[in-house]
């Protein structure tokens, strides 16, 4: 692997970096508070091309390769969280599925207006019930002539409240556990479709988390995305591409912690002396240096076996478990060298700190990776 970037890299990641600087950080302390980042920011995502990238250019999208969506990705989270899981619900787990799976119907339907901003997606996989074990869910969807009916509700869906569009996983056969499990593309106006914003989130507050009701929600056949049947490992092969751009978020968290650790360690004076003069202090910073540099090397590699076509599953689970604990570690640190101020969120890290702790808890959670490498390496299962 050459870590060295091109020059369209380089460029892409000088874009994404005056982007977060420019339309991001100076809002991220009001969206928090107000729990909702301005809407207007998707449009602008969609224009400069980072809800595009590494899709067909016929349908819209910006094309690049992984390690440019990588480089996105991280300056993203390094700005607001809350921005980076939009993109990387809408990007990375709706349209790189409708790309992967869809008919060209589909595709022409709703990969331009995704790609352009015009238009959101979300990913409705876990329910009340079911979460780390998603292949028992218990949403229906009962065919009926040329249509299906989908009955069931859906929990703490990213972007739920603002998708135009549902990736949906409901039971549409009677075979057991996760082979009876299908994907659905459902028009989030459908009637039947209710949607609740969840409040009270410890972190990622500017984003619009929900529950989703379906009755009788009613879509035709061809609202199927890939094989009847074939769900799960829709989703699974998602979730898989999705832990690269998690761990690649956790790394703009841990950078963005180690860029204030250090500037404040530089400005703040006790004893009569900077505390970056100190090795205990010192040692708070160093720890979460190498943070960011393993977390962004285990990201960088999943993006490069991707791109060169290998297999990746197992990589993308180590850097999403080890990038999503780091990203609390490094955040913690930093809090921790901010002293009291770090616990006010006119200070960045605590913020930092709250948005990082759910990283070990979606798209699998630090056990469940944990159970999926530990497969990879024994080839026995504990599901
Ligand atoms: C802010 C937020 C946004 C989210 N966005 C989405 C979204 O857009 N779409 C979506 O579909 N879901 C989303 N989720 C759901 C998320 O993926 C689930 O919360 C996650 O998969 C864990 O499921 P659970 O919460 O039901 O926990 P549970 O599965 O009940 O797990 C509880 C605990 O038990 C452990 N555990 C469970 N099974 C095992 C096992 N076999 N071995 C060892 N330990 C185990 C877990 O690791 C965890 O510590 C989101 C969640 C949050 C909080």
């Known amino acids: 692997m050459n870590l060295e970037l091109s020059e ?5 990641r000088r874009l994404a ?5 420019r339309e991001i950080a100076p809002n991220v302390v009001a969206w928090d508070r107000a729990e909702e980042v301005d809407r207007a920011v998707v449009k602008k995502l969609g224009e400069v091309g980072f809800l595009g990238l590494t899709i067909d250019e016929e349908y819209g999208g910006s094309g690049g390769d992984h390690l440019a969506y990588c480089l996105v990705t991280e300056e993203l989270g390094r700005g607001d969280s809350s921005v980076r899981g939009i993109v990387s619900v809408s990007l990375g787990l709706v349209t790189k599925t409708i790309q992967a799976y869809g ?8 990969i331009p207006r995704l790609t ?6 979300c990913f409705g996989l876990t329910e009340p019930g079911t979460g780390s074990d998603a292949g028992n869910l218990t949403t229906r969807a009962v065919r009926d002539g040329d249509d299906y009916v989908l009955n069931g509700s859906k929990m703490f869906i990213t972007n739920g409240t603002w998708a135009d569009v549902v990736l949906l996983f409901a039971r549409s056969t009677d075979a057991p556990g ?3 499990v299908s994907a659905f593309l459902v028009p989030a106006d459908t009637p039947g479709l209710t949607r609740r914003t969840i409040h009270g989130k410890l972190g990622l ?3 619009a988390t ?3 009701t379906l009755e009788d929600v009613r879509v035709p056949a061809t609202a199927l995305l890939g094989p009847e049947g074939k769900g799960f490992s829709i989703a699974m092969a998602a979730l898989a591409k999705g832990r690269m751009s998690v761990a690649a978020g956790c790394v703009g968290i841990a950078q963005a912690a180690l860029d204030a650790a250090v500037g404040y360690a530089g400005e703040r004076e006790q004893f009569g002396k900077s505390i970056a003069s100190y090795q205990l202090v010192q040692e708070l910073i160093s720890d979460i240096a190498v943070d960011v540099d393993a977390a962004r090397l285990l990201t960088w590699r999943v993006a490069d076996l991707i791109d060169r076509g290998e297999s990746f599953a197992t990589a993308a689970s180590q850097a999403k478990l080890f990038a999503s604990e780091a990203a609390v570690r490094a955040a913690n640190n930093a809090l921790q060298v901010f002293g009291g101020y770090g616990y006010i ?3 960045p890290v605590g913020k930092l700190l709250r948005d990082a702790r759910v990283m070990t808890l979606y798209e699998g959670t630090s056990q469940i990776q944990k159970l999926i490498i530990g497969r990879a390496l024994t080839g026995v299962s504990a599901f």
């Open 8 to 12: 369209e890299q380089t460029a892409v």
């Open 17 to 21: 970096k005056d982007f977060v600087d």
């Open 103 to 110: 008919t060209e119907e589909q595709k022409r339907e709703w």
């Open 116 to 121: 352009a901003g015009e238009a959101l997606g």
């Open 178 to 180: 996760h082979k009876g």
């Open 205 to 207: 507050r500017g984003q």
């Open 210 to 212: 929900a529950e989703l």
């Open 345 to 347: 969120d006119e200070y």
